[in-house]
C-alpha cells in the first residue's frame, strides 16, 4: 500500500477487522436459527468476502461506495439479530471517522507537498547541475 492515501489506509483497517467480526456475527445468525443454515453461511461468507475484496477496490472512487454499501447491508443484519446494532454502530463510527479524517489528513498532505514544491522551485532558479 505504498503511496496509498491515508483515507484508503484507515478504510483498509476497518474493513479487514470488519471482515472477521461478520465472520463471527454470521455464526451468530447460524446458531440462533436466524436465517435457514445455508442462508446463513453462505450470506456471511459473501459478505466477508467482499469486505476482504473491497480492500483492493478502494484505489477507485466507487470502492469508498461500495464501502457504504457494505455498511448498510450490516445495518439490515441488525434486523436479524438486533444485538448486531452494536457492532453496526461501532463500525459506522469507525468508518465515517476514517472518510472524514483520512480525507482531511490527504487535504492536509497535498498542501504540504505543494508548499514544499513551490519552496523548493523558489530556492533552486534552476537545474540541480546549475547549483554545482
Do not use: H, T
Not at 470488519?18 to 450470506?43: D, N, R, Y
Amino acid at each position: 500500500m505504498r503511496g496509498a492515501s491515508v483515507r484508503q489506509s484507515l478504510a483498509s483497517i476497518v474493513l479487514g477487522f470488519e471482515s472477521i467480526v461478520m465472520f463471527f456475527a454470521a455464526l451468530v445468525i447460524f446458531g440462533l436459527k436466524a436465517l435457514p443454515a445455508p442462508a446463513a453461511l453462505i450470506g456471511g461468507a459473501v459478505l466477508c468476502l467482499l469486505l476482504v475484496v473491497n480492500v483492493a477496490l478502494l484505489r477507485f472512487r466507487w470502492g469508498y461506495w461500495l464501502g457504504w454499501a457494505l455498511q448498510a447491508v450490516i445495518v439490515a443484519a441488525c434486523f436479524l439479530v438486533p444485538s448486531l446494532a452494536i457492532v453496526a454502530a461501532i463500525f459506522i463510527g469507525l468508518w465515517i471517522y476514517c472518510m472524514v479524517k483520512g480525507a482531511q489528513i490527504d487535504r492536509q498532505r497535498a498542501a504540504w507537498r505543494a508548499a514544499q514544491e513551490a519552496e523548493e522551485g523558489d530556492g533552486q532558479g534552476g537545474s540541480p547541475a546549475a547549483a554545482v
